[in-house]
């Protein structure tokens, strides 16, 4: 006889003893990280990665539901009280949330709402806050009790902590409150104090909190309120109850007149939280957020979404872990674990030796990842990261991935130290590290081949001289060859040389030449980038070029007159003063010079009367109809603006020509104003000529 699934018996009763064995081992395994996130405070793997086994453990538990238990992990909430605090029993469960990771996955949420309560459904959109969630009880508008989540039915008394967080009001406001008022909410730790503390904590050679959202558990979780007080904590309420009821105590309709009725009684509750009746509109909600997510200060992993009428709530009702009216949209993890293969250094185009971790390739911020940072060697001692380590990478928007600190639990018994390397790894020259810095350097400037090429390809980036094709291979595939050793070889290039490289043709390296020619008409200021002097950036070479009218003047300068620029300060005055006495690079400059770059640039010079841009930071793409990208990127700095090759969120607005691509994007994404050119000249105070023909 075969059984209702259609195998024979001895196979159905083999896939559920694998599907056993594998759901006690997730069980197990969920049990033992809930134990370190929610008690220790101290995590052993990333929020997506948990979210990957509960996945798994609930897609098995689904397929085989006569192996589900009470005990579950899918069945309740995560959490357990610490024994240093009194329990307390919640008068309604703090539930969790169930998460979903797409628009598709969103879109079937919300179709099992309409079938169970119809088509007309509001919903309420929140941040979700990554902080630690609370219960505030107060009785005829005094605060007398406050409580964790715990397992959601019995959370730990925290009240003397929480006194201490100064958002959370002692008494209501107003005169007419309720006589008794649970008020569920997110404590958490602003960005800007978790990096100040963490810098202590660096200070005092402690270590420091992986994330906000443990540095924000840590500081509730103990038993002296003075260190609680100290830590900055903060605030958001997002509701009254957590259960599929309607709140008795404030009688409202709707979810968002209970987030009202909580503002005047002056409870916080996040600005951000929007209203919305239709999928479109919280997806519109969740890309914005997504997209703006390190806009605020304090971290959101994902968007809360809720429905607002109470009673479609009450119709909906909830599991015993979760409510089936409100749902966690989940960000892209920034956070993973990823196995170190090797410690190694690299040497930098000033020399600064860095230290960097290779992986085992994983997926993190929207990339997949092989290789992290490690700032210095004080930062490698002091987060103790070891060769065969479990660490976690964190990534977030575009910066560098840097690796956040060693899963202790997951090391390896008897794994040495760690030690930082006494030669350059380029050239061997032993480093040096002066007193009162953090870094150690390679002082072969000239000699070090690492930081020729690093030069070279800095040289050619598009935040200096923007030398299209220069990628790292052929700069390195020139300077092993002899052909290149400072920036000026590279305009005595020709195609001879270049059709000797490793897929090189005809045609590639006469592109290549044709870029390099092009790069002679960059302004006098990208060139002062690409000389690789310290702490020379762009800003501070626009800054140079605006007061000096070309290299002569600027070399003539004297420390006064550079320490005389607004927004130079002492050192690099010094810096620059400095390079400019060095006679090798005299020669370099006469080198460029003869090369036909422009080392003078009368129009960069200050200008005199209004400037109609000061304080804005300017990017240009794309072709524009009258303006070469150098005389939009001049009038732009006359009128005293900062222009930028990349897009971030402090751009002011983007001058936009014809193929604009990935720039424009990236304003669209980040919200960020888009202009043409005739809206910029008129923004300059001039009259926009006809387009070429």
């Not at 209702?4 to 081992?25: C, F, Y």
Request: proline residues 7%; contains cysteine.
């Amino acid at each position: 006889m075969m059984p209702e699934s259609g195998k024979p018996n001895s196979l159905a009763n083999r896939e559920r003893g694998l599907a056993r064995t594998r759901i006690e081992d997730l069980r197990s395994q969920i049990a033992s990280h809930d134990y370190c996130y929610y008690v220790l405070d101290r995590p052993t793997i990333s929020d997506a990665e948990y979210d990957g086994l509960m996945r798994e453990l609930r897609a098995l538990e689904q397929r085989f539901p006569e192996l589900v238990t009470p005990s579950s992990p899918t069945q309740r909430v995560g959490g357990k009280g610490s024994e240093l605090f009194a329990p307390v029993e919640h008068p309604s469960p703090m539930l969790s949330l169930d998460n979903v990771f797409s628009t598709e996955e969103l879109r079937a949420w919300l179709g099992r709402l309409q079938r169970a309560v119809g088509d007309s459904i509001d919903f309420v959109c929140e941040l979700k806050i990554d902080g630690l969630a609370v219960s505030l009880l107060y009785q005829n508008g005094v605060f007398v009790r406050g409580a964790t989540r715990g397992d959601g039915r019995v959370g730990e008394d925290i009240t003397a902590n929480l006194r201490t967080v100064r958002p959370i009001p002692a008494h209501l406001q107003g005169s007419q409150h309720p006589g008794m008022l649970e008020v569920r909410g997110e404590v958490y730790q602003p960005i800007s104090v978790f990096e100040r503390l963490n810098q202590d904590l660096i200070a005092k050679n402690q270590r420091p909190f992986a994330n906000p959202r443990n540095a924000a558990a840590g500081s509730l979780r103990q038993k002296d309120p003075a260190v609680t007080a100290a830590r900055g904590l903060s605030f958001w309420c997002y509701g009254t109850d957590a259960g599929a009821g309607r709140p008795v105590a404030t009688r409202a309709e709707r979810h968002s007149e209970d987030l009202e009725y909580l503002r005047s009684l002056g409870l916080p509750a996040n600005p951000n939280i929007e209203r919305a009746s239709t999928l479109e509109q919280v997806a519109s909600y969740c890309a914005k957020w997504q997209a703006h997510r390190h806009d605020v200060d304090y971290q959101i992993d994902g968007v809360v979404i809720k429905v607002d009428r109470y009673r479609q709530r009450e119709d909906l009702g909830a599991t015993s872990r979760a409510p089936r009216w409100a749902v966690a949209y989940k960000f892209p993890p920034e956070e993973r674990t990823a196995l170190v293969k090797r410690i190694a250094v690299h040497t930098g185009r000033t020399g600064r030796v860095t230290p960097y971790v290779e992986l085992e390739p994983v997926h993190v911020g929207g990339v997949t990842v092989t290789s992290a940072t490690l700032h210095n060697q004080d930062d490698l001692r002091r987060k103790d990261v070891r060769e065969g380590d479990t660490v976690i990478v964190h990534r977030a928007g575009d910066v560098i991935p840097e690796v956040v600190g060693p899963v202790l639990e997951k090391r390896p018994p008897g794994t040495p130290v760690w030690t930082f390397p006494t030669q350059c790894p380029a050239c061997a020259t032993p480093l040096v590290r002066k007193p009162g810095e953090a870094d150690w350097r390679c002082p072969n400037r000239k000699g070090c081949p690492s930081q020729t090429v690093e030069w070279l390809c800095h040289f050619g980036s598009p935040d200096a001289l923007d030398i299209e094709h220069l990628g790292y291979q052929t700069v390195t595939a020139l300077v092993e060859r002899g052909w290149l050793a400072d920036p000026a070889d590279l305009y005595a290039l020709d195609a001879t040389h270049l059709v000797q490289l490793p897929g090189f043709a005809e045609k590639s390296a006469q592109n290549l030449l044709d870029a390099i020619a092009a790069s002679k008409r960059r302004p006098f200021w990208r060139l002062l980038v690409g000389l690789n002097i310290q702490r020379v950036g762009a800003h501070v070479a626009q800054l140079l070029a605006q007061r000096f009218a070309s290299m002569d003047a600027l070399a003539a300068a004297n420390l006064d007159d550079l320490q005389a620029i607004e927004g130079v300060g002492p050192e690099i005055a010094r810096t620059v003063h400095q390079w400019f006495r060095d006679p090798e690079n005299g020669t370099l400059i006469n080198k460029l010079g003869q090369s036909g770059l422009r080392v003078k640039d009368e129009a960069a010079a200050a200008p005199v009367g209004p400037r109609p841009l000061d304080g804005k930071i300017v990017v240009i793409t794309g072709t524009l109809p009258t303006l070469s990208r150098e005389e939009a990127t001049a009038l732009a700095q006359q009128a005293g603006a900062r222009v930028t090759s990349s897009v971030s969120k402090k751009t002011s607005f983007v001058v936009v020509g014809q193929e604009a691509g990935s720039k424009l994007a990236k304003a669209q994404e980040l919200d960020i104003e888009s202009i043409d050119e005739a809206e910029f000249l008129r923004r300059l105070g001039r009259v926009a000529p006809r387009a070429r023909e």
